[in-house]
């Protein structure tokens, strides 16, 4: 007896496909439905890998040719990459950088390292024809702006890098840090040179922050943030202001230094929106505070309240940023470890409280840092294995050994994996000793009435402190 298909409800023969019948339910035939084949459209098709994957990913056959793959790209996941892929780099995004080639920077050996920073930072971003999800754009600045190329240049990562590294200096000059802030607005940003309205907008700024016109920067910075561009301020050069560096940034959570890429790391989770992978890491912290005899009493207690304050901005805990506070003579005596306080009251309080001189005329810093090194870290001191380690000296920079041995010491601190900060006082300073301490020379800050710089000027290590981790996306 034949079969009967009637209308193809009851049977219904075609897998991938539409049955029709005809000869009185006896017979039929399948129009198969796209990216499918076959009597009963039973067979993949991925010539058009559209059919079976989406946003852009690729087709593959099984062997038996029934069923398919898909290989999704970048920011997308699932049997046919219609998910979003949370933990990799998908919101779309107008990215520019303004990097500061002026005289008060020292060119012949910082600006490689700058376009260096410049492509690792790019080369984490897809780029390409999928909805262009990251464009970027490249400019350079002295007393004018030089904009090498706009944010619909490039879709190709190759081509991309390789127009960054013809990028050359001409005619530095004085630093007009607001009219580059000016032309990012007016001109980077617009729909004609591809921007595009319905990202988000970033501006990298990497620079000294010794512009010629600090309030025509900070009127130009402010605008700027009404438009919702989110900007990231990059000390870099032999002398950094961080005073206009947060002046630039949208907040000094967006200030950083280029001795890391904590920079990267807030952009790649800003961009995943809610990836869990992308955490928020420890920081084990020691402030080293200088009570010899050649600081003043006044200079003592403005070294004293930037300690607070570093320690009042930071998230204090056993999971975030851990203080222990030692006091350097001509010895060094450790007030608490890491695991002494959970909470900033604490700490604040026995700052304020112990920062007192001593009768020595100058310290010993050397021992202090290598005591620093070899201890202070250890679990045995509330030490953290995958923390961050970060020492801030507090100091005039005039110690009792010669500078060789404290070159020595500071390396040695540096070596074992310590970032090192150098807070100064007044302008009798030894910038040339801060400079030896620190890890980089935008991490060396002096404060004072006499050089006009407050204690507020230190939330720019905030960002240092309590930083993120994407490093599992490269």
Not at 56 to 65: K, T, V
Not at 201 to 210: A, R
């Amino acid at each position: 007896m034949a079969i009967l298909y009637e209308d193809c409800t009851k049977i219904d023969p075609c897998v991938q496909g539409k049955c029709i019948t005809y000869d009185g339910g006896e017979h039929y035939s399948c129009s198969c439905y796209a990216g499918w084949y076959g009597t009963n459209c039973d067979h993949v098709d991925c010539s058009n890998p559209a059919d079976h994957c989406s946003n852009g990913g690729q087709c593959y056959p099984s062997s038996s040719g029934t069923s398919f793959t898909c290989t999704c790209n970048e920011g997308w996941m699932g049997n046919t990459c219609a998910q979003v892929d949370v933990c990799t780099p998908y919101e779309n995004a107008d990215i520019v950088f303004a990097i500061d080639v002026s005289e008060s920077l020292d060119l012949a050996t910082d600006f490689g390292a700058r376009i260096t920073f410049v492509k690792n930072f790019i080369s984490k971003f897809p780029i390409g024809p999928l909805d262009y999800r990251f464009q970027f754009s490249v400019l350079t600045y002295a007393e004018n702006v030089n904009v090498h190329f706009h944010l619909n240049k490039y879709q190709n990562m190759t081509e991309l890098l390789d127009a960054i590294d013809f990028i050359s200096v001409q005619n530095p000059g004085i630093t007009r840090t607001g009219n580059m802030l000016k032309t990012v607005r007016e001109e980077v940003f617009q729909t004609i040179n591809g921007g595009r309205s319905s990202v988000k907008k970033y501006l990298i700024v990497l620079t000294d922050g010794l512009s010629s016109n600090p309030g025509d920067t900070k009127f130009q910075a402010d605008i700027l943030r009404t438009f919702g561009v989110k900007t990231f301020a990059i000390g870099t050069g032999p002398s950094v202001c961080h005073e206009e560096l947060i002046d630039i940034a949208t907040h000094h959570g967006h200030v950083f230094t280029m001795a890391t890429n904590d920079s990267l790391q807030l952009l790649l989770q800003n961009s995943m929106v809610g990836c869990n992978d992308c955490s928020n890491q420890k920081t084990d912290v020691a402030l080293l505070m200088d009570v010899s005899l050649e600081t003043s009493f006044r200079q003592l207690d403005t070294l004293a309240k930037g300690a607070t304050r570093i320690v009042q901005k930071s998230k204090v805990g056993s999971t975030a940023v851990q203080f222990s506070f030692t006091l350097i003579s001509d010895h060094y005596d450790t007030i608490y470890h890491l695991n002494k306080y959970t909470d900033s009251k604490h700490h604040m309080y026995d700052i304020n409280q112990k920062t007192f001189h001593v009768q020595q005329k100058a310290s010993n810093i050397s021992n202090t840092l290598q005591y620093t090194a070899s201890e202070l870290y250890s679990a045995t001191n509330g030490g953290r294995a995958n923390a961050r380690k970060v020492a801030i000296v507090f100091s005039s920079g005039n110690f009792s050994e010669t500078f060789s041995d404290t070159q020595a010491a500071s390396q040695q601190l540096k070596d074992s994996g310590v970032i090192v900060v150098a807070v100064g006082i007044s302008e009798y300073t030894n910038i040339n000793v801060l400079k030896t301490l620190a890890s980089d020379s935008s991490l060396v800050f002096v404060l004072g009435q006499d050089v006009f710089t407050e204690a507020n000027v230190l939330d720019a290590i905030n960002s240092l402190l309590e930083y993120r981790d994407c490093s599992h996306f490269y």
